[in-house]
């Protein structure tokens, strides 16, 4: 058959199916919204970002450290600004530390955490710092001056030119901070940020030795350089730095990586929830088909009759759902532009504060492949059955299509299997993820179409017997042919389930962080303390009424080697960087003791039991990511002295005590001369965690307060919010199902109208027959729901007691609302797309018998 | 000796019925000459249409050959098989089986095109005015009579220039006057283009238009009756 022939019939087999072709359309334009919705999201976030990079790092260079700048460094980025003359540095240091507003009469003024900034002049050398008033960030800061921002004034109740006390040296407030070139305001952060002078920092003396600052130098290098040239000067850097050395070193090129790493998984994940949502279109697809294909049957055979080929037949239809797949998918993306133009908006505070544009070609490129694969492998099954479709039919009416044979329906369930495998390979970037995707998916739509097919049985079975007429109308109607019942349950039942795992996962995540602290645990954590500075605390805090105070040393360390194998040579070995690079290469926080607290239990050998030799125990999951195990001799340089420790006990810390705990406790007697600080915590009482931080402020500004309460409410804030945006891509599911059921009753609009015509000839009323469809729409919506609530209760049960290792609680409102909810939109779906067949009169639908 | 456009030999046809097999075709002989116009009668149930699905290759046998222009058919495959129709083969139908989304006029030309023939558009015209519906070519089948459909069914048939033409009751779902119309335009477009014709009816009127009229009765040929000596060749 010629092409302009094939593309001809194409053309007029459409005709006359507008309503089929618009449900087809409708099903997967939902799915392919989200997978365009998301996927744009997370491109266009990137290319923002890539885009804003040297703003985002207010340099072309920065070298980072969680200690000083290795003096290697430093000579490197002179080497380079002297060879460069005109380029530029800046330091810029970062800690959390407690402010406060001055007190009055002997009482302190109000305090809080803060993330200070302390920034040399230069900084930024790209981008700018607004202000509040604007001209407060013209000049620079004077040693005794600090922006603050909005939250934290607000907080302490100060203003333009009223006095902040920061590390005991009080500073002028010369106005808010609006935003920061290389802070993306994402909605994480859990303190409100104070910015002063290079200069101002030093007054405070916060950065007396042991206190946790992140130090950073950022280098602009002059002229106009590449990012190429960057390069060549980031590495002359890492060059210079001793190997293994836990200094980062940046380019603007690299662009922000752990943000963007944490973003593109996060578009992972959603992307597989979006990915239900177009799979559920595959399925409403897959009934179209069906149902257009039953009224194309005896078409089909008067082709085979005129001499039209088995395969010319197939070709034919497979061309007709491939464009109705493209035509789908178009309209999904352009559903998607227009999500992305209101995400923004919607999402403010999720998504990092970068220019979005709508025009993702990628996204949408992703959204025309996906939706069209999808198109063509769910309308494999009906598609294969018309090859069979035999041209004797034009004769005898009841010669029926063929059932495919065994191997052809194999095949068919395997191109399905891969059609879905493949796309969940390309939304979740991993084979494994989409493996368990699919067969995850195959098994709960299994599920739920036996729970259907049980529904069908049930209904057959009791609408045989004595009950009220509407009721038995109603049940027949759900076994009625073609009354697509199994896919109304099985998609509608998976959007729930998606639904469901998703909110009581969200649900089951903020009320572990939520849920009142054992009446043990401490509510309060000290940091920073000088040893000296620990009996003044205690009485502090016995003032307080505090409870279960426990202060423990802490040392500052570096790990040198294990088994006389060197850290350079360790990250070596290990491929990947990431965390197994990071616990190499980190400041390692050392502290010693004689016995152990409760919820600490040693697993491997025996604490302190070798009098001869220095001994360190480790908590077992980090000595098996660091590669030490019993025995092994591990070596740390303990701020310049090298340190020999042997394993001598594998221990496992219940984390969830929430108490102060340690990966490395290190025998008493080793490490009590080295430079130390201390950290505590305590139990306060209600009420009394800000005068203890106000009075700690005053006394002793070095020291930091995290109260833990605050801190839990701003990771449920920060995880309300990301819930918005996971609701957002879920209820796509949802959407697509109720388009399902409405396209199943739709398909069977005409039959339902004679079945009307027919009940009101016999007397029924219109509110009778409201009655029977409501029959029908209920149960398909009860089945859908308390099979898809269950299902989504299990996965939620999975991820959070097998995968995230929290309790397991009962929601009874979710356990009730949603098969209800499930219910009314199925009634209602089912009834609105009924309406046709309701409003007809009897003769309009009889003159068609 | 001209070679027979369709020979059949020992045909036999057995279709499953509950747990039996029924034989619908009971071996069958017959052979049909090139542009002769044979008749097949018979009670409901006595293998007419059977018969002309197994002519036409929509059917297999279980027993027996059928020979188009001495070529056996039986063993195709369905793509070979579908080709045969597309070149060799018309067909008209009781119930048209026109297709309800193409225009009359498109009906037409879909197996002129399907054969790839030169100048479709203007055969599809004249055989179109040849069946008087030049006017409602533009229309679709819903919007015409059952005569008119019918009419459109027979221009259909006759487009590719096919060698056999096989109707099943032509008139059987139109009533005398039309019936009469369908039959004179069939009868005269199977002269011009000397089609052999296979025409399944139980009405004696119209099976006495034929050369030839085959009687079959529980699926074998019970008698035959000639109009003339020969068949006009």
Known sequence: ?849 | MTVPRIQIRGLSKRLPSGNALLTVIDRIDLSIAPGEFVAVLGPSGSGKSTLLALMAGLDRPSEGEILLDGRPIQNLSEDDLALLRRRSIGFVFQSFQLLGNLTARENVLLPLELADIEGAAARADALLAAVGLSARGHHYPSQLSGGEQQRVALARAFAPEPAILLADEPTGNLDQATGRLVLDTLESLRRDSRATLVLVTHDPDVAGLADRRIHLRDGRIDREERRIAEPVA
């Open chain 1, 1 to 849: 058959m010629r092409l302009s022939l094939a593309s001809r019939l194409v053309a007029r087999e459409a005709r006359g199916a507008s309503g089929k072709i618009l449900f087809f359309v409708a099903c997967l334009a939902v799915g392919v919204a989200a997978v365009v919705t998301v996927a744009g999201l997370s491109d266009g976030v990137d290319r923002g970002i890539r885009g804003e990079a040297r703003r985002l790092l207010a340099a072309d260079l920065a070298i980072r450290a969680e200690r000083p700048i290795p003096s290697e460094a430093v000579r490197a980025v002179e080497a380079l600004l002297a060879a460069r003359p005109g380029s530029r540095r800046a330091s810029v240091h970062e800690m959390a530390t407690i402010v406060s507003a001055p007190g009055r009469d002997g009482t302190p003024g109000p305090s809080a955490l803060a993330l200070l900034k302390g920034a040399e002049e230069g900084y930024p050398f790209y981008g700018e710092i607004r202000t509040k008033p604007e001209q407060a960030a013209r000049r620079a800061l004077g040693p005794d001056e600090a922006l603050v921002a909005p939250e934290l004034a607000s907080k302490l109740r100060i203003g333009e030119g009223d006095t902040l006390r920061i590390g005991g040296r009080d500073f002028v407030v010369r106005g808010e901070i609006l935003s920061e070139p290389d802070t993306l305001r994402v909605g994480f952060s859990l303190a409100p940020r104070v910015l002063i002078s290079f200069a101002g920092l030093g007054r405070t003396e916060l950065e007396a030795f042991g206190s946790r600052v992140d130090r950073t130098m950022l280098v602009a290098l002059a002229g106009r350089v590449d990012a190429r040239e960057v390069e060549t000067a980031a590495r002359s850097v890492r060059r210079a730095l001793p190997e293994s050395s836990g200094v980062r070193v940046q380019t603007y090129a690299d662009a922000q990586p752990a943000l963007r790493d944490g973003l593109r998984r996060a578009a992972r994940f959603l992307g597989l929830v979006a990915l239900v949502s177009l799979i559920l279109g595959g399925i409403g697809v897959s009934q179209a088909v069906r149902a257009w294909l039953a009224t194309r049957v005896d078409a089909i055979a008067v082709l085979r009759c005129l001499g039209v080929r088995p395969g010319e037949v197939v070709a034919l239809y497979t061309a007709e759902a491939a464009l109705l797949g493209l035509a789908g998918s178009v309209a999904g993306i352009v559903a998607g532009i227009g999500m992305l133009a209101v995400a923004p908006r919607v999402l403010s505070g999720v998504l990092p504060d970068v220019p979005l544009s709508v025009w993702q070609p990628q996204a949408m490129l992703r959204g025309l492949a996906l939706g069209t694969g999808i198109a063509l492998a769910f309308s494999g099954p009906p598609l294969s059955a018309v090859r069979l479709v035999p041209p004797l039919r034009v004769l005898r009416r009841e010669a029926e299509p063929l059932r495919p044979g065994g191997i052809a329906a194999i095949l068919i369930a395997l191109v399905l299997f891969a059609g879905v495998w493949g796309a969940a390979s390309i939304q979740s970037g991993s084979h494994r993820i989409a493996a368990a995707f699919t067969v995850g998916i195959f098994v709960a739509a299994a599920l739920l179409a036996g729970a259907g097919r049980l529904l069908m049985a049930g209904a057959s079975r009791i609408s045989g017997r004595r009950v009220r007429v509407m009721l038995r109308y109603g049940l027949a109607a759900l076994v009625r042919p073609g009354a697509g019942t199994l896919t109304a349950v099985t998609s509608l039942g998976l959007g729930v389930l998606v639904v469901v795992a998703l909110a009581l996962v969200e649900r089951g995540l903020v009320a572990r962080l939520r849920a009142e602290l054992p009446a043990r645990s401490p509510n309060v954590f000290l940091v920073d303390m000088q040893t000296a500075q620990w009996a003044d605390v205690q009485r502090i805090l016995a003032d307080a009424g505090a409870t279960h105070v426990t202060g423990v040393p802490i040392v500052n360390a570096r790990l040198v080697s294990i088994d006389g194998v060197p850290v350079a040579e360790l990250v070596r070995r290990r491929s990947g960087g990431g965390r197994r690079e990071w616990i190499l290469t980190r400041e390692q926080n050392l502290t010693y003791m004689d016995a152990l607290p409760s919820d600490n239990v040693v697993v491997e050998g025996k604490l302190w039991s070798d009098p001869g030799r220095a001994e360190i125990s480790i908590e077992r999951d980090f000595a098996r990511d660091m590669g030490a195990s019993l025995g092994s001799k591990v070596v740390f340089d303990v701020q310049g002295v090298p340190q020999e420790l042997i394993v001598t006990s594998l221990r496992t810390v219940d984390w969830k005590s929430f108490g102060v705990n340690f990966f490395l406790v290190v025998e008493p007697g080793v490490l009590d001369r080295a430079p130390q600080m201390r950290v505590a915590a305590a139990r306060v009482p209600a009420g009394s965690e800000q005068p203890l931080q106000d009075r700690l402020a005053a006394e002793f500004p070095n020291v930091t307060l995290l109260k833990v309460r605050e801190i839990v409410e701003k990771v449920a804030a920060i995880l309300d919010r990301l819930g918005l945006a996971v609701r957002l891509v879920g209820g796509f599911a949802i959407l697509a199902g109720i388009a399902i059921l409405a396209g199943a009753v739709g398909a069977t609009a005409s039959r339902r109208g004679r079945e009307v015509a027919l009940l009101k000839t016999l007397g029924a009323t219109r509110g009778g027959v409201v009655g029977v469809f409501f029959v029908e729409f209920a149960l398909t919506g009860l089945v859908a729901g308390l099979v898809g609530t269950s299902g989504g209760c299990l996965l939620a049960w999975g991820v959070l007691t097998r995968a995230m290792e929290l309790e397991w609680t009962w929601r009874p409102l979710v356990l009730v609302a949603a098969p209800l909810g499930t219910i009314a939109l199925s009634v209602i779906a089912g009834i609105a797309a009924s309406a046709s067949a309701l409003r007809k009169r009897p003769i309009e639908a009889l003159r068609s018998f």
